[in-house]
């Protein structure tokens, strides 16, 4: 009886299972595309704009002058006044040679001075004394001519002196070696207690003017000429001016180069010509042989 009854409910329980899913799938679905807010969507406007095309070429910086410090007299060097790798000022004390020979040589030179004008002197007295006495033949004609004569040797003998107090002079003045420019001085050739300028010239130091800097680069003969007409028509500037950049080792150098010229000939084996820049260097970061990368206009595109 009891196996009857169970066989009665089951059909019902499946019924409403059946009916349970049925009603799951018609529940209706929310549209995705209904429940998303429309975007707003940014209209950029698109112009033609020009550019200028910039050519980066291998160059060498070097320095604006480069002066031989060199003893112009003989001597032993007393003292050193600077320190190697220093900047120095121009007109500063680099050097000191041995004065006192030079010294003595100027008394000297200024003895024989005054021993020649003394003469002249008396020679100009008796010149005078003479022309009277000439005229009333008190003195004879060749007398009076060999006064005239040693008057003109005196004043000779005057200038001739002069010069070597002049000599003398600049020999002492040389004595003390000093910077024909400013600029960086590199190291000392010589040193203290060492003999200079025995017979020839001897090189004492370097100083190279670092502020500013050359910086010698070469170009395509066709690029530079596309840069020479892009300056002369205006769409670079003229001359060049603060138009170039450079880079070290792969850091851009903050100052800007100016164009001074390129070079009247192409090398006929690579036909490249030569350029050089100037650039600002204050503090002295760039330095001669450096290698760099400098940036050149060549055309303006639209």
């Known amino acids: 009886m009891s196996n009857l009854s169970d066989w009665r409910v089951m059909p019902a329980i499946?019924?409403?299972?059946?009916l349970g899913l049925a009603g799951c799938e018609q529940k209706p679905q929310q549209d995705p595309a209904a429940s998303a807010a429309p975007k707003e969507v940014e209209a950029v406007a698109v112009k033609a704009e020009s550019f200028t095309v910039v050519d980066e070429l291998p160059g060498r910086i070097e320095p604006v002058r480069?002066?031989?410090?060199?003893?112009?007299?003989?001597?032993?060097v007393l003292t050193r006044n600077f320190e190697e790798g220093a900047d120095v000022k121009a007109g500063a004390v680099l050097f000191q040679i041995d004065p006192a020979p030079f010294k003595a040589a100027l008394s000297k030179a200024q003895g024989d001075l005054a021993r020649t004008e003394a003469t002249l002197f008396e020679t100009q007295a008796t010149v005078k004394r003479y022309e009277s006495l000439v005229e009333i033949e008190a003195v004879s004609r060749q007398t009076f001519d060999t006064a005239?004569?040693?008057?003109?040797?005196?004043?000779?003998?005057?200038?001739?002196?002069?010069?070597?107090?002049e000599t003398a002079r600049l020999d002492l003045g040389y004595a003390t070696v000093r910077a024909p420019i400013s600029?960086?001085?590199?190291?000392?050739?010589?040193?203290?207690?060492?003999?200079?300028?025995q017979g020839e010239t001897t090189l004492l130091a370097t100083i190279q003017?670092?502020?500013p800097v050359y910086?010698?680069?070469t170009q395509p003969?066709?690029?530079?000429?596309?840069?020479?007409?892009?300056?002369q028509e205006g769409r670079l500037p003229k001359g060049g001016e603060n138009a170039l950049s450079l880079s070290v080792d792969g850091t851009d150098y903050q100052s800007t180069g100016t164009l001074l010229f390129t070079d009247v000939a192409v090398d006929r084996t690579t036909g490249q010509v030569s350029l050089r820049a100037r650039f600002a260097n204050p503090k002295g970061v760039l330095l001669p042989g450096?290698?760099?990368r400098v940036r050149t206009p060549q055309r303006v595109d639209a």
Do not use: C, H
């Open 14 to 18: 499946a019924l409403l299972a059946a």
């Open 66 to 76: 480069v002066a031989q410090v060199r003893a112009r007299v003989a001597g032993i």
């Open 148 to 165: 005239r004569s040693a008057l003109q040797n005196a004043a000779a003998a005057k200038k001739s002196a002069q010069a070597d107090v």
């Open 183 to 197: 600029g960086r001085i590199g190291r000392a050739m010589v040193t203290e207690g060492a003999l200079v300028g």
């Open 209 to 211: 003017q670092l502020d």
């Open 215 to 217: 910086a010698d680069f």
């Open 221 to 231: 003969v066709a690029d530079a000429l596309q840069m020479r007409a892009a300056i």
């Open 290 to 292: 450096m290698y760099v």
